[in-house]
């Protein structure tokens, strides 16, 4: 697609080849987006773009379609490199055009004064960007690396996200969509209940409790146990106070409770650089024989088996909350200009439960070992989705049991890929 000579749009998906990044921008083809990633592959790989081309291909010559275009630029989007991709995805028009005499000279003849000038056209170029919307997903991720080093993490998710907003702003693309997490919900997670989103507020928010009374939300956090944590609240924050300073942003931060799962058809999923910590990528190394037993973090959690309960979501219906939340600010069902949504299914499982469900699909044993609570973890922690099936229209419909089905359909595809890498286009 020639940029320079069509009317396209551009979604701008910062951080794109990672887990979650990788499959909200199949969905965003799938729903026709043109879309351009960013990512420097710092905890992702090249070959992540190849497979959703793949992934795509299969799918639009099914439905008999064309299929969008998927643009890719490795880079740090802290780069001033950042300037020159923003320019390219610009298209620029003449709005004004005044005649300007740099050159003139006077000859007195017998009928008067003639004018001898050399005209030069000046005039006011309008830019306009060709990136209707941004979904942010580049950070760093490791609650524990952001302990040992918290200034990288700081640098890469706060003071990154700092300069790219002032770059989105001077190119007049106001539209963006942030990955946040539970994480900023800190100790509140153990009060038990669903976590609403006005148990972290930015700005004096009014909502209604479980009674039906109103109460004022107080901004602030508590108990965030990590820099990685504090990160994101500290995110919010800035998007907060931008939207508050110019209405005309519309941001959503949508706050993740525990992606899991991976596309059905094994060829994307979870493969950091990194060494996994989550429950389930740790899982899976011991599926396959790499981790010789599971160490389970708490047995003595106030819990029906004495394991942490987690909202885990299935990481196609996340992506797919993206894509929602990007329709409901084009159509004004955001309330404000920030606004932030819990993307989870309202549902608790307990971490047995997750190994129960992981043996049954590949009929393994999960050997595991009981061990001591993990520093900063909490032993509840589920979303109330209300706010995103109202506003967003968007609700997740996967189960535990897809969740299971596909990560190990990925488990066995990473040891027997489907497509090698260097044969896809
Ligand atoms: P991921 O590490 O798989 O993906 C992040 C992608 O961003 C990677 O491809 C990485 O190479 C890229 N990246 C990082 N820094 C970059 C930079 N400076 N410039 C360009 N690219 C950069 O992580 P993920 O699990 O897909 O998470 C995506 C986002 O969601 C992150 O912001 C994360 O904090 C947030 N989040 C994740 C979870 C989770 O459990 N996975 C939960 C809540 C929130
Ligand atoms: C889930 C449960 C563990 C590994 C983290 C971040 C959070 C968000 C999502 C980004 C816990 C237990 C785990 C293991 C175990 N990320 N567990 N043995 O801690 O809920 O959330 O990822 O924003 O910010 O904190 O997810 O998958 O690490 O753990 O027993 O080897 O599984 O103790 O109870 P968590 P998780």
Redesign the pocket.
Known sequence: LDIASSNATFIMV?????????HTVLELLKENYNVLI???????YES?LHRIRTLAMEHFKTVHKPMPAIHFRQ?????SRMRTVLEEYSSYSVIETTARFPYSSLQRTDSGIELEAEVEQVGLVHRTSRISGVI??????SVEESIRMPLKYYS??VC?LVDFLGLLEEFNIKNFV??????VYGEKANCGVPLREEHCVHHHETFYDHEGNEQQALPGAIGLTSP?GRS?FMCESILADIARSDPSWSITAL?????VGCHESGLLG?????KPS?LIPVVATVLTGVKPALDVFGTDWNTPDGTAVRDFIHVVDLARGHIAALAASAAGRVKSAFRTYNLGTGRGHTVREVVNSLEATAQRKIPVREAARRDGDVGFCVAEVRRAEVELQWKAEKTLADCSRDVWNFTKARCNPRVPDEMVP
């Open positions: 910062v951080g794109g080849l990672g887990y979650i990044g990788s960013i990512d420097d592959l710092s905890n992702s992540v880079l740090d989007y802290r780069s942010h997903f580049a950070a760093y991720k890469n998710n990154g942030f990955s946040s997490s539970a994480t990685y994101k706050r993740y409770f525990n992606p979870e493969d950091p650089r990194q989550n």
